[in-house]
């Protein structure tokens, strides 16, 4: 089976099984807030007299990151859909946990919250719950090699949690219902995923979204699921009090996107997040991120200051090509981190290949050389996957490969149309037309490939937030500004 067939399979198991549940819930739960709840009319500046739709998160893969290729996550994806329906510029921004998304609506800095919630009594306080948009299973996770429990253990197991999550008001909920005896215990929202001690031994079990885990098990490869708890967790946006139109709108837009297909493709993940990666590959990348990246980590952001690429991109290039080893040897002679050739280490003056450093700056000034011979039309992040590819096989071969795409009616600035002639540069019938002439073109289509993987695995490692109330100035926010009429 294919790696996307197989992904697809995956969210076809966690939820394709329950669309035709999970959309007639939604529709009723919609139809059920319209008819029992009608906000008083307290429109204090609302989003339309501002023109700015200002919508506070969570970091996550599932809500919100800021990768190399810009701002991603489902509630990215959503938000920036519906202030582009209303013709809003959207402002949304990350803070460190559901409470300070709650004193952010409070104080009339945000309009929405967004991050997969469940709106439960502590949010009634500030904001009102919009329609549920999604229902996602929660699944019962344990350690690879250890003996699976089962949904009729459940009320024996202790259970790992986030303190002030969904899944911890899940578990009350069964706990009075059906599992007197349930028990779990609460880490702190600041404090390292419950999933991540599973995989380090620290713990036994815990609950985790499906949608979550199918970024989490690249992160944790160690990890696996069980067993779903008996219901799946609506999730949905809860408004500020003082918007009743907000409210309407939002409701509105659930329904419609609902209606049209637009929810369904929201939330699927993007194709790259939903590769599957090998598991000893994967075990191995998270031994040397702990074992071997932080004694270099520090070198790749010195070269980023230098050349204004994203340190972790960097760090991907290196591991691709040494594994962050220092002595690597290549058979053709390239060495070091970057795996720098003579040539290209003495047109960079690099003295000692063997040196970490030295190797790490002088490599990111030649993908920096490399990535400006790409022409500066091509739009991101296919610019960068086609330098990349240069960095690997040489200019001049992607060069050719780009006149082999526009010969065979592909787009030659697309990196997946040039990405599939690659392999020609190796066949005779095309390579004697080619000015470059032969290449083992299949290399650098891998290179590229590996190296993407290996940069979400760094974009996904949990990563600092902001701690206080932003500023308009914050760097972890995204502004874009309004649709244009």
Known sequence: MSRLSTMESFYRFYKGRQV????????????????????????????????????????????????????????????????????????????????????????????????????????????????????????????????????????????????????????????????????????????????????????????????EYAYARHLYPDVVPAFSLPEPRPVQWVVRHTDPDLYAAVNTFIAGAQQSGLLGALLMPPPQDRRVLAYEDTRQFHHDLDARLPQYRAWFEEASEQTGIDWRLLAAIGYQESKWDPEAQSPMGASGMMMLTSNTADSLGVEDRSDARENILAGARYFQEVRAKVPAHIPEPDRTWLAIAAYNV????????????????????????????????????????????????????????????????????????TKVPPASTNPDATWVGRPAA
Not at 79 to 96: K, M, N
Not at 104 to 123: C, K, M, N, V
Not at 398 to 406: K, T
Not at 420 to 431: F, G, N, R, S, V
Request: net charge neutral; with cysteine; charged share 20%.
């Open 20 to 211: 035709t549940r999970c959309v007639m819930a939604g529709v009723a739960m919609m139809v059920l807030v319209a008819s029992s709840y009608s906000p008083a009319p307290r429109s204090v500046n609302p989003v339309w007299g501002k023109g700015e739709l200002r919508v506070v998160t969570l970091e996550g893969p599932t809500t919100y990151t800021k990768g190399t290729r810009g701002t991603e996550g489902l509630e990215f994806r959503l938000a920036q859909a519906f202030a582009r329906q209303q013709g809003l510029a959207l402002y949304i921004y990350p803070v460190a946990s559901p409470a300070l998304m709650r004193a952010e609506l409070a104080a009339g800095r945000a309009d929405i919250a967004a991050a997969q919630l469940t709106a439960d009594a502590s949010w009634a306080a500030v904001g009102d719950a919009a329609a549920v948009y999604d229902h996602v299973p929660q699944l019962v996770v344990y350690r690879r090699g250890e003996e699976p429990p089962s949904a009729q253990d459940l009320g024996s197991l202790q259970l790992l949690v986030r303190a002030d999550s969904p899944q911890e008001a899940m578990l009350r909920r069964l706990k009075i219902r059906v599992y007197p005896k349930l028990a779990w215990t609460a880490v702190s929202p600041h404090a390292v995923d419950p999933v991540q001690d599973i995989q380090n031994g620290a713990g036994d079990y815990a609950v985790v979204d499906a949608n």
């Open 394 to 465: 040489g200019y001049g071969h992607v060069e050719d490969a780009r006149r082999l795409a526009q010969m065979r009616g592909k787009n030659p600035d697309s990196w997946q149309d040039v990405r599939d002639q690659l392999p020609l540069l190796a066949d005779e019938t095309w390579y004697d037309r080619l000015k470059h002439g032969f290449a083992r073109g299949t290399e650098p289509a891998q290179f590229v490939d590996h190296i993407q993987r290996f940069l979400k695995l760094l974009e996904w490692q949990p990563g600092n937030v």
